[in-house]
């Protein structure tokens, strides 16, 4: 499971989390949702800030694809958020940035070209802690089959997550 840099300073707050994937409608909005409903669940909404991007800005302004919040509606979970593309000033700004994908990562990277933020951006696959993957697959161009596999290693990658953080808060 991925571990969180360092223990989160005493005056630090709130710990920033950033999910990304490619157009920032199915896999990181899901991944926000679902960790906002998660981090209000434990008591920590004051605590721990969520946002998601994508790195093209196709989508900018847009919401969810429907059917990625059908399928998180089923769950339970209210919808919400607008698309938006990364920017360097977010690698900054936010304590941990996690990737849907490889190839999520890469941008990142490219974005970050003096390497500086390196350390805090990770894939959101090395929180999981029932599921075994490589990364979060895109259900774009799939069946609901695949909105659901993202929504179940959104939820495990997302409970490991909130896991990691609680054992790092002072």
Sequence with gaps: MGKLLHPMPADRKPFRVLFICMGNICRSPAAEIVFRRQVAEAGLAGAIEIDSAGTIGYHAGKGPDPRMADTLRRRGY???????????????????????????LADLHRLDRSGVHRGKVRLLVDYCVEKQATHVPDPYYGGQRGFEEVADLVEDACGGLLEEIRKSMP
């Design 78 to 104: 209210p919808i919400a958020g607008r698309s938006r593309q990364v920017t360097g000033h977010d690698l900054a700004d936010f304590d941990l940035v996690l990737a849907a994908d490889q190839e999520n």
